[in-house]
């Protein structure tokens, strides 16, 4: 089966911009869930989609947002970028909730 | 919520030593453990999982141990490799949701 993956793979972005992330979990799985990794606060949990619902959700500004659509395929949304939002951006998919299969992520850097 | 802490953040052993990762968590909800490697520029890669209803497992030179009363878990590398050079981070879930939360992570420098 082929991985997770994920694009763009890097995105520049200027403060006040908004983004959009994509990501295609392994065939079969429903759930994927979305995370922030930075130096500084590490691998930070931003929320999980399964079946097209928003599952759960971290302690994040509601500038973040995301979707999954029926093929499972997700997409997250940051709008009015900050200049800490550059990060790492990584999403796992999931067949049972437990085992989470990360993607090669996309890095945002914001100026 | 939960809190994972880890330890130690970097560790250095030499080829062939064993590695040891400490973790600890604050939710008792929690029942599932999982640890990644992280090589430099890769993604998290999946190297090792216990439940709690499991007190320790093994796969080939990696280990994981559990103790549900004490809420801490660990990582036993042993006869390490130049390719066990990575960041590793532990996590835990919290109850039944799929949401982990992840230790800090330890810097692994297995020197030749």
């Known amino acids: 089966k082929a991985g997770v993956t994920q694009t763009p793979r890097y995105l520049i972005k200027t403060r006040g911009q908004q983004v959009t992330l994509s990501c295609s979990p392994i065939?079969?799985?429903?759930?994927v869930s979305w995370y922030q990794q930075t130096p500084g606060q590490g691998l930070q949990f931003l929320f999980e989609?399964?079946?097209?619902?928003?599952?759960n959700k971290g302690n994040f500004p509601g500038r973040f947002s995301g979707r999954q659509f029926s093929n499972s395929r997700s997409e997250m949304n940051v709008s009015t970028l900050e200049l800490g939002d550059s990060a790492l951006y990584l999403c796992?998919?999931?067949?049972?909730?437990?085992?989470?299969?990360f993607g090669p992520g996309t890095r945002l850097t914001v100026l | 919520g939960e809190n994972v802490e880890q330890h130690p953040s970097t560790l250095s052993v030499q080829e062939g030593d064993s590695a040891v990762i400490k973790c600890t968590y604050s939710?008792?909800?929690?029942?599932?453990f999982p640890w990644y490697k992280q090589e430099l520029g890769k993604r998290p890669q999946l190297i090792i999982d216990?439940?709690?209803?499991?007190g320790e497992k093994k796969d080939q030179r990696i280990a994981v141990t559990l103790n549900k009363t004490a809420k801490h878990f660990s990582l036993h590398i042993t006869e390490t490799q130049p390719e066990d050079s990575a960041v590793y981070f532990c996590?835990?879930?919290?109850?039944?949701?799929?949401?982990?939360?992840f230790g800090t992570g330890t810097r692994l420098q297995v020197t030749l």
């Open positions: 796992a998919s999931s067949w049972t909730s437990d085992e989470q299969f």
């Open positions: 065939s079969g799985h429903r759930s």
């Open positions: 989609y399964f079946s097209e619902t928003q599952r």
């Open positions: 939710d008792s909800a929690s029942n599932y």
């Open positions: 216990i439940r709690s209803n499991v």
């Open positions: 996590a835990a879930n919290t109850g039944t949701a799929s949401k982990l939360t």
